[in-house]
T-cell receptor, first 111, second 117 residues
Framework: DAKTTQPPSMDCAEGRAANLPCNHSTISGNEYVYWYRQIHSQGPQYIIHGLKNNETNEMASLIITEDRKSSTLILPHATLRDTAVYYCIVVTNFGNEKLTFGTGTRLTIIP | GAVVSQHPSRVICKSGTSVKIECRSLDFQATTMFWYRQFPKQSLMLMATSNEGSKATYEQGVEKDKFLINHASLTLSTLTVTSAHPEDSSFYIC?????????????FGPGTRLTVL
């Protein structure tokens, strides 16, 4: 699986949009971009995933660049409960694909 | 969304005893489940891949005789930590792969915190 690079930490004011970047310059054509988050002492929570088109669901939006070498997760109106470590993972989508967790981005929402 | 449960959420045991952790997919069937371990201030590390009806596949450095995995049904996988020692104290998390849609997704349980005295 391709490696990803994320900033170690970010702050965002409550109510503002949180934009979390991820670089995956070695991503291959059949690899998807998945985002998970882990709130302290809990299991990771699935947020969103995409292949090449931008995606939106009730939690977030995922913007993938045209060359697919980077993506941005957008939390449109951050709340204090969005404070967590966010993981960007690229993985193929068949067989027993393994998720390799890097160090992620620790997002802190400031009141 | 798909829900995965784990039991127990927290367990304290004496050194040398065995502990069993259950992972269940509540509203979907999972032919594949995964077991992870997370030490304080570290990221999740995959321990093994559990396939229903067959032997688990362990990651390098994970002792298969110490961490016994059974995936007897499409909704249940168990991890047994045998002869637990203090260094096995960790946060154990399972995930289940949901494949009803064209693109599969792994959903995680809430985790089990194991403390070995």
């Amino acid at each position: 699986d391709a490696k990803t690079t994320q900033p170690p930490s970010m702050d965002c004011a409550e109510g503002r949009a949180a934009n979390l970047p991820c670089n995956h310059s070695t991503i291959s054509g059949n690899e998807y971009v998945y985002w998970y988050r882990q709130i302290h002492s809990q299991g990771p929570q699935y947020i969103i995933h995409g292949l090449k088109n931008n995606e939106t669901n009730e939690m977030a939006s995922l913007i993938i660049t045209e060359d697919r070498k980077s993506s941005t997760l957008i939390l449109p109106h951050a709340t204090l409960r969005d404070t967590a470590v966010y993981y960007c993972i690229v993985v193929t989508n068949f067989g027993n694909e393994k998720l390799t967790f890097g160090t992620g981005t620790r997002l802190t929402i400031i009141p | 969304g798909a829900v995965v449960s784990q039991h127990p959420s927290r367990v304290i045991c004496k050194s040398g005893t065995s502990v069993k952790i259950e992972c269940r997919s509540l509203d979907f069937q999972a032919t594949t489940m995964f077991w992870y371990r997370q030490f304080p201030k570290q990221s999740l590390m995959l321990m093994a891949t559990s396939n229903e009806g067959s032997k688990a596949t362990y990651e390098q450095g994970v002792e298969k005789d110490k961490f016994l995995i059974n995936h007897a049904s499409l909704t249940l996988s168990t991890l047994t930590v045998t002869s637990a020692h203090p260094e096995d104290s960790s946060f154990y998390i399972c995930s289940a792969r949901e494949t009803s849609t064209l693109v599969s997704t792994q959903y995680f349980g809430p985790g089990t915190r194991l403390t070995v005295l």
